[in-house]
């Protein structure tokens, strides 16, 4: 389903889905729409010193697109372009559609606007749009952008350093210029993070116009004192450089280029056909450049894949290439190192495992070769002859 489908609707419940990868800034605007009236789903993931206002993440949102994730090996920081291709296969589940859609029917008893944030969000945007046309309710698209630096270095604060800056920043990349194309068709905004909390009333009122909402379009301008608590430009801690990011040289001039073109759509009437085209140029451009790496490092893949066991080549196989020579059996083989004056005894013993009698009969006649010569000796033949005649006796 496109999401131009999604943006038909005449319903009067309203869905904003508010998008952008991780540490873009989309609490920061979740929380202010709900202070103003929206809907936040709850329970909510607790706050932590990461994001002290609180994430305004609904938990079972943020666990189903986990678990939907985890399914397919891909991160909420994934750079691969493959990776899309990966989740569009999981959003198309029928399950996983009445299973939203069960939830978000309930987020809409006693109002009529629900906003949903989840950095996940954006790899699951068709399932979304699935969801809510089938419950007749008008999804419209709020878009966080923040420079990639502030944005990687925020993350390494916050997720570790377990994901270097370089495939962070790529994955910056990737979700930012993919989830703009899922997008198009759609009521949607694009808010820059430093907008926002310069002025958070104007931008606000500048998404109320793009997404049809007029109770935000129309905000006074003295009127809710609350959220200027809310926003605290102190919450900024990272500054938009590079200084500190380590980053191959033709991928930040990359990151700086897409930054530059994505901008435009959070200017006025920036959102056009001519952004829209520059956008496909650089999606495409991140494209062949992550093949372009794979290509490069195949030799690193390739040394850490587990590698499978070699299959043996068969008799006819190895005779084919003149080089055959029939494997003997171990028991053949461990006969042979047997001094000829005791190799009857142990026939005798290996006739008396394969009747099978409790434990003796398991005996492998490896175990019986650890048994020094000098006991085995003394075993007298006449003796192994008569409990071999007794095992089938008892067998009929």
């Known amino acids: 389903m496109t999401a131009e489908r999604a943006s038909g609707s005449s319903a009067a419940r309203r869905l904003v889905l508010v998008v952008g990868i991780g540490r873009s800034g989309t609490s920061l605007f979740t929380g202010i729409l709900g ?3 929206f809907h936040v789903p709850r329970p909510e993931v607790e706050a932590d010193e990461t994001n002290p206002h609180g994430f305004s993440e609904p938990r079972w ?5 986990t678990r939907l994730m985890q399914a397919r090996r891909v991160t909420v920081f994934d750079s691969r372009p493959s990776a899309w291709k990966s989740m569009a296969e999981a959003v198309e589940s029928e399950e996983a559609v009445a299973e939203l859609s069960s939830w978000l029917e309930v987020q809409f008893v006693g109002t009529e606007n629900v906003v949903v944030k989840d950095p996940r969000t954006g790899w699951f945007l068709p399932l979304w749009l699935r969801s809510a046309e089938d419950l007749g309710v008008e999804t419209s698209f709020a878009t966080m952008l923040r420079f990639p630096a502030e944005v990687v270095r925020s993350a390494r604060v916050s997720y570790g350093t377990w994901q270097n800056d370089a495939s ?4 910056w990349l990737n979700h930012t210029l993919h989830t703009e194309l899922a997008t198009r068709g759609a009521r949607r905004v694009f808010v820059r993070y430093d907008d926002l909390v310069a002025d958070w009333r104007r931008e606000i009122r500048r998404a109320g116009e793009l997404l049809a909402l007029p109770w935000l379009a129309g905000l006074e301008r003295s009127a809710h004192l609350e959220v200027d608590e809310f926003v605290d430009p102190g919450l900024r801690r ?4 590079w200084d500190d990011v380590a980053l191959p040289a033709a991928l930040e001039v990359m990151l700086d280029d897409v930054w530059e073109r994505v901008s435009r759509l959070a200017e006025p009437a920036g959102d056009d056909e001519a952004a829209r085209a520059s956008l ?9 450049l992550y093949e372009d790496a794979q290509a490069i490092t195949q030799s690193s893949v390739t040394a850490v894949k587990p590698r499978p066991q070699r299959a043996r080549t068969s008799d006819r196989a190895r005779q084919s290439r003149g080089r055959f020579r029939p494997r003997a059996s171990w028991r053949a083989r461990a006969l042979s190192l047997v001094p000829t004056e005791h190799r009857e005894r142990i026939r005798v013993a290996s006739a008396l495992g394969r009747l099978g009698a409790g434990g003796l009969a398991a005996l492998p006649i490896r175990m019986a070769l650890l048994v020094p010569p000098r006991y085995r000796e003394r075993v007298p033949l006449p003796v192994v002859r008569a409990a071999l005649r007794l095992l089938r006796s008892l067998r009929r």
């Open 35 to 37: 202070k103003l009236g």
């Open 61 to 65: 949102v943020v666990d189903l697109h």
């Open 168 to 171: 962070r920043a790529a994955a």
């Open 238 to 241: 990272s500054s938009a450089a």
């Open 280 to 288: 496909d140029e650089a999606r495409a451009a991140y494209v062949r």
